[in-house]
T-cell receptor, first 113, second 113 residues
Framework: DVKVTQSSRYLVKRTGEKVFLECVQDMDHENMFWYRQDPGLGLRLIYFSYDVKMKEKGDIPEGYSVSREKKERFSLILESASTNQTSMYLC????????????FGSGTRLTVV | AQSVTQLDSQVPVFEEAPVELRCNYSSSVSVYLFWYVQYPNQGLQLLLKYLSGSTLVKGINGFEAEFNKSQTSFHLRKPSVHISDTAEYFCAVTDNYGQNFVFGPGTRLSVLP
């Protein structure tokens, strides 16, 4: 069974901490994505990557950075966490081309206090 | 640019009743359409997709959707819902390249006993 694994389901961090959210996929997918999901706002794209060491800004990149050193791993970094970054974070991957859609991880619910 | 509209933010329905969740899209190019379901505190799971061919697409859990190009719609239907169908449903569109998806805001389906 194909999988996208997010390292934590629930995370609580303090304001100002540096936070790493890890995502690993075992499907040899080229494309990987980070979204945040908030009530009433739907899914918003933070960053995405089409290849190793490649990254592109999505719709709301401010306050975030990413790292993709290996094809299977895409990390989201909150350099200095703030309370407005409290959210559900979803990682997804897909193959080149359109046939397969996204495969999502289970999500990480981050609370910044 | 593509966009997706889901006019109904919440749909309550009694168990064993039929349901239709509406999705309309806009795009200047050919599109490929998807429905995803999100159960509480989980990631998104693919329900069904339209890539080409028959405009009536069948998915998992008894759901189906019909692609209507003239009305730019991709409505999701189920003839008889169960309590376990309570979830949030997202319509999504991608273009020929399939790398970036645009998601609708979601429809929360609540199945009542």
């Amino acid at each position: 069974d194909v999988k996208v694994t997010q390292s934590s389901r629930y995370l609580v961090k303090r304001t100002g901490e540096k936070v790493f959210l890890e995502c690993v996929q075992d499907m040899d997918h080229e494309n990987m994505f980070w979204y945040r999901q908030d009530p009433g706002l739907g899914l918003r794209l933070i960053y995405f990557s089409y290849d190793v060491k490649m990254k592109e800004k999505g719709d709301i990149p401010e306050g975030y950075s990413v790292s993709r050193e290996k094809k299977e791993r895409f990390s989201l970094i909150l350099e200095s966490a703030s309370t407005n970054q409290t959210s559900m974070y979803l990682c997804a991957s897909s193959s080149q081309g359109r046939d397969y859609g996204y495969t999502f991880g289970s999500g990480t619910r981050l609370t910044v206090v | 640019a593509q966009s997706v509209t889901q006019l109904d933010s919440q749909v309550p329905v009694f168990e064993e009743a039929p349901v239709e969740l509406r999705c309309n899209y806009s795009s200047s190019v050919s599109v490929y359409l998807f429905w995803y379901v999100q159960y509480p505190n989980q990631g998104l799971q693919l329900l069904l997709k339209y890539l080409s061919g028959s405009t009536l697409v069948k998915g998992i859990n008894g759901f189906e959707a019909e692609f209507n190009k003239s009305q730019t719609s991709f409505h999701l239907r189920k003839p008889s819902v169960h309590i376990s169908d309570t979830a949030e449903y997202f319509c999504a569109v991608t273009d020929n390249y399939g790398q970036n998806f645009v998601f609708g805001p979601g429809t929360r389906l609540s199945v009542l006993p």
